[in-house]
């Protein structure tokens, strides 16, 4: 399984970034995927997950209606489209993808992509 995920930089606030996360190793289309973020001295947390056919997404209260998480089946791609970016929202901003293998469920994460929004 392999996660890779790119499209982080610097933004100034207010500003707007698509992060894309490319798959490998697996079934893609079968499996719910997830974005999270990790903040300076803060624990990981959840930011917005998709179901496999991308009918269902989900949103952390944290960035609700300012970020929209997509997928393409064909690219075994996820994104996340963040607008109105904050500082708060600097963070380390992770893919995840959780696999059973009966009778374990893998938690698998890319190495991250580092968002700022700095003026």
């Known amino acids: 399984v392999q996660l890779v995920e790119s499209g982080g930089g610097l933004v100034q606030p207010g500003g707007s970034l698509r992060l894309s996360c490319a798959a490998s190793?697996?079934?893609?289309?079968?499996?719910?995927m997830s974005w999270y973020r990790q903040g300076p001295g803060k624990e990981r947390e959840l930011v917005a997950g998709?179901?496999?056919?991308?009918?269902?997404?989900n949103y952390a209260d944290s960035m609700k209606g300012r970020v929209t998480i997509s997928r393409d089946n064909a690219k075994n791609t996820v994104y996340l489209q963040m607008n109105s970016l904050k500082p708060e929202d600097t963070a380390v901003y992770y893919c995840?993808?959780?696999?059973?293998?009966?009778?374990?469920?893998?938690?698998?994460w890319g190495q991250g992509t580092q968002v700022t929004v700095s003026s």
């Open positions: 995840n993808v959780k696999i059973t293998t009966w009778p374990n469920r893998l938690n698998y």
């Open positions: 190793g697996f079934t893609f289309s079968s499996h719910y």
């Open positions: 998709i179901t496999s056919t991308g009918g269902i997404t």
